[in-house]
């Protein structure tokens, strides 16, 4: 019974994560109308977990699900992207203050490790936020990482596609911030995360603005 659980939360999250992408680049726009039949034609996959992840995007504001107009893609306007990572920021640059005055030398050594297994990876997105994930947990706050889990999700999962030049700079904005770090400067650290969230921010809205059919709305 629970490898079945786990099985189906798998696809559901992997087809929320799939139409979250969609919606966070504008791909699917405002107004768009989403067929459950076809996304559980194109997922190949059955139809409760695809309804499982509507509802998903639904909590999230990305979609109206509703009983008899069907599916409607709310989106995000440039705007939204950029307060959503500013949002984003705020947390992350806690999260680095906290992880400078708490981080043992053995977690720094492994965000080091982390961060240069990013560039040549095959997977830059999940190799970044295993970076994260790990500087995240350097701060030793369970409710922090819960605020962090959830605001995450404004990052899409393509990210690293749209925008290939940020890779090189992540680089040296991540190891001025290890840098940061281990000269005990939270503030420092602290400041480096939040421009590093807010840029890759800008990068997406400036994206929107001139990928989008109804950017300015």
Known sequence: MSDVRLIGRTVRA??????????????????????????TAEFGISRTPVREALLELSYEGLVEVAPRS???????????????????????????????ERITEAQIAELQELADAIFGADDVVTANRRFHRALN?????????????????????????????????????????LSAIRKGDGPAARAIAEAHVLDAGAALGDYLRTHTDDAGG
């Open 137 to 177: 947990l350097a701060s030793g706050s369970p409710r922090l990482l819960t605020y962090l889990r959830q605001a995450v999700r404004v990052v899409p999962a393509s990210y690293f596609i749209l925008f290939p030049e940020r890779e090189s700079t992540s680089r040296t904005e991540h190891a001025a911030l």
């Open 70 to 100: 069907g599916i409607t893609v709310l989106g995000i306007t440039p705007d939204d992207a950029i307060d959503n990572f500013a949002i984003l920021a705020a947390l992350a640059g806690k999260a680095a203050e906290w992880a400078t």
């Open 14 to 39: 992997r087809a929320a994560d799939e139409l979250r992408d969609r919606i966070l680049t504008g791909a699917l726009h405002r107004g768009s109308r989403l067929d459950l039949d076809e996304l």
